[in-house]
Nanobody, 114 residues
Framework: QVQVVESGGGLVQAGGSLRLSCVVS????????MAWYRQPPGKQRELVAA???????SYADSVKGRFTISRDNAKNTVYLQMNSLKPEDTAVYSC????????WGQGTQVTVSS
């Protein structure tokens, strides 16, 4: 069955960087648009960034210019490079296909201290 595993989160100071990885097994992501989402404490999950099968990218206004989504189809992996992190970026980050829904992984916690 399809499994999604996110990693790379952690505790970082404001202004720092992290690189998240999302490995999908049980299916090929090559033909699917993929996306990163985040759920801040006490809030609903929100879309952060998306990438089409052709690697066209889009971003939430709050992260534009700071985050970069990319994909490596050979590794069935999607990445999220996060730079200039802010305390308001603190959340559990998860990835999934953009227009179909794989089983959600456990996510990875990102905590940004001020």
């Amino acid at each position: 069955q399809v499994q999604v595993v996110e990693s790379g989160g952690g505790l970082v100071q404001a202004g720092g960087s992290l690189r998240l990885s999302c490995v999908v097994s049980g299916t090929s992501v090559s033909f699917n648009a993929m996306a990163w989402y985040r759920q801040p404490p006490g809030k609903q999950r929100e879309l952060v960034a998306a990438i089409t099968s052709g690697s066209r990218t889009s971003y939430a206004d709050s992260v534009k210019g700071r985050f970069t989504i990319s994909r490596d189809n050979a590794k069935n992996t999607v990445y999220l490079q996060m730079n200039s992190l802010k305390p308001e970026d603190t959340a559990v980050y998860s990835c999934n296909a953009r227009y179909v829904t794989y089983p959600w992984g456990q996510g990875t916690q990102v905590t940004v201290s001020s």
